[in-house]
């Protein structure tokens, strides 16, 4: 009940007229962060943090966390109609919303997008309210053991669980681990696979290599059919909306187990990305229509969304309740927060009451607010698949060179775009599969130094990765979702067999 009262109060103050009006403006500023590649929510909130100074530190904080709800809608919009994920997460939603976007289907991919990121998000705060003090606790303890058995059981969902063929997913897989290991070893301060080549002392920045593999891969792969003149068929009234409502409450399992993915990804905290692509892997494996996913399911748009913007929002909570940044964007809050002369962590919600209950208030309302702007644009944005392919394919390159550069200000990034978007169109020509491979662009390092920092710690025993329940759990999921193909084909011949014997 105390914490009920304490949500009342937080909304008496997110509802005062000048933070309504930051919401909106927070929540508009968002989308089109999340529309431009290659600047992302955090960079987008660290551009306009100084744009709250002047403001009183509730209302600066629901802004910039208005424009991290913007950016984690905006980015769906790029994906599904030019297959260029705007922001990390979106990735996912570029397998089944672009098919559903080329079949005239754009309006119906965008609004259960929408929706599903306004349900996935609308979970997290919820569970944010009620149960802030136990999974606070909770998160406390994840050491470099468990989040590596998270990161194994997102590789290994990917390999087992997938409908694409093992070899293929694995060997893509692999590419990526490769390009992830290039650059300044963070472990030991070696130089790996450079070449003597200064720009790569930081790796392949995964957006860049996003940009190219998706945005240029596409470009090519339409070159080679012919650049058509014509523009592609997109129905914008106000009734695709509604219709695709009435559909997606079919879809219940998939935006539960999404949500649920996507709030443990988000506190432990693994991020929004493998939660989007856990979520998509699982989804297809689990649906009867698993074979038609990358064909245009909307499934495939609800379950990566729903998990993306369930894990971007359960990132903030232990930012709050520990002081432990779940994600860039929460770290960048985390910044302004100390800026305003606020301490997060436990005390936080003893000592500044107002602030903490007004900023989960504004949660609610500046998700509803997102949900009303996205899904009032939508006629507009679904009106742009009227624009002839041969006029709108040269406007993308150019987004896409200046999305790269943006990310470190190099023209080598345009570059190194221009040779993923190669590596792209090849694996496409080749039938191998992307996302494994940008799954491991973006985790390999990340598990690679959760890895060694384990084997550190046990002085090389493996055993660390089974030495207590938590994580011998999460490893052992791993290891089923690896070999489930065969688990799966095995029990259902020794089913047939103990069947016929008893016939």
Not at 118 to 133: D, E, H, K, R
Request: net charge neutral; with cysteine.
């Amino acid at each position: 009940m105390e914490e009920l009262v304490n949500l009342f109060h937080g909304f008496a103050v997110a509802l005062q007229p000048f933070n309504i009006a930051v919401m909106f403006i927070g929540i508009v500023l968002g989308v089109i962060i999340g529309v431009l590649p290659g600047l992302g929510g955090a960079n987008g909130v660290a551009i306009l943090l100084p744009l709250t100074f002047s403001m009183s530190p509730t209302s600066a904080i629901i802004m910039l966390s208005c424009i991290y709800w913007g950016a984690l809608f905006g980015g769906a919009i790029t994906s599904i109609l030019f297959n260029i994920p705007g922001e990390p997460w979106s990735v996912a939603t570029t397998f089944d919303g672009y098919p559903m976007a080329q079949q005239g289907k754009a309006g119906e991919a965008l609004t259960a997008a929408f929706t599903s990121s306004f349900v996935g998000a609308l979970f997290a705060v919820i569970m944010i309210t009620l149960v802030a003090p136990l999974v606070a606790g909770f998160a406390l303890r994840f050491g470099p053991a468990e989040k590596f058995a998270v990161y194994f059981l997102a590789f290994c969902s990917f390999i087992g669980l997938s409908k694409e063929p093992p070899f293929k997913t694995l060997a893509s897989m692999m590419i990526g681990f490769a390009l992830a290991a290039v650059g300044l070893d963070s472990m030991t301060g070696q130089l790996r696979l450079t070449f003597g080549f200064t720009p790569m002392l930081n790796g392949f920045d995964f957006l860049i290599a996003v940009i190219g593999l998706f945005g240029i891969g596409e470009i090519l792969l339409t070159m080679e059919d012919g650049l058509a003149f014509r523009g592609g068929k997109a129905k914008i009234n106000l009734r695709v909306v509604l219709q695709t409502w009435k559909e997606l409450p079919r879809y219940w399992m998939t935006s539960l187990r999404s949500c649920i993915i996507g709030c443990w990804m988000g506190i432990t905290p693994a991020g929004a990305t493998p939660a989007s692509f856990m979520s998509y892997g699982i989804a297809k494996r689990v649906s009867k229509r698993g074979s038609n996913f990358g064909k245009g399911e909307i499934d495939g748009v609800i379950a990566p969304e729903t998990a993306a913007h369930a894990a971007g929002t359960a990132a903030l909570l232990p930012m709050l309740s520990l002081g432990v940044p779940g994600s860039p964007t929460a770290a960048v809050l985390l910044g302004g927060l100390l800026i305003w002369g606020l301490q997060p962590g436990p005390m936080l919600f003893v000592e500044q009451k107002e602030f903490v209950w007004g900023l989960i208030a504004s949660m609610y309302l500046g998700n509803l607010a997102g949900l009303l702007v996205v899904l009032t644009c939508v006629p507009l944005f679904a009106a742009i698949l009227r624009v002839p392919f041969s006029i709108i394919a040269p406007l993308i390159l150019v987004l896409c060179a200046i999305g790269a550069y943006s990310v470190h200000n190099s023209t080598v990034d345009v570059m190194l775009m221009l040779m993923f978007g190669v590596i792209g169109y090849v694996l496409k020509k080749c039938d191998y599969p992307l996302a494994p491979l940008v799954l491991a662009i973006v985790l390999g390092d990340k598990a690679e130094e959760a890895f060694r920092q384990s084997l550190l710690g046990s002085q090389g025993s493996l055993g660390v990765f089974f030495s207590n329940g938590l994580v011998s759990s999460i490893m052992v999921i791993g290891l089923i979702a690896l070999f489930w193909s065969v688990i799966h084909d095995g029990w259902s011949k020794l089913r047939t067999g103990v069947l016929n014997r008893a016939a």
